[in-house]
């Protein structure tokens, strides 16, 4: 299983991005994907995680009716739609298949972790 996560860069405090998690052809269709980041000296922290179809979203307190996490299930493709952003969401954002088909917020819910991208905010 393969993830891999890409789209960040360098923005400024209220612009927009949309970030991508790439799937493997073995990664499971089925399972529920999450997003993390991490930013320098913090803990990984979760972000946002999608059930396998789409049909259930959840998102940490930080980032609620900012960011929306969507999946096309054909193309195995996960996005990360990042609006108002902050200095504070300067991170490197990691996706991760959930062990199940639902949403978890924990990481041990998580087996498969991609290689993250690094989003930069700028004030």
């Known amino acids: 299983v393969q993830l891999q996560a890409s789209g960040g860069g360098l923005v400024q405090a209220g612009d927009s991005l949309r970030i991508s998690c790439a799937a493997s052809k073995r990664t499971s269709s089925n399972n529920g994907v999450g997003w993390f980041r991490q930013a320098a000296g913090k803990e990984r922290e979760f972000v946002a995680a999608i059930s396998w179809n789409g049909g259930n979203t959840v998102y940490s307190d930080s980032v609620k009716g900012r960011f929306t996490v969507s999946r096309d299930r054909v193309k195995n493709l996960v996005y990360l739609q990042m609006n108002s952003l902050k200095p504070e969401d300067t991170a490197i954002y990691y996706c991760?298949?959930?062990?199940?088909?639902?949403?978890?917020?924990?990481?041990?819910?998580?087996?498969?972790w991609g290689q993250g991208t690094l989003v930069t905010v700028s004030s």
């Open positions: 991760a298949q959930n062990r199940g088909a639902g949403t978890a917020t924990i990481r041990d819910s998580y087996n498969y």
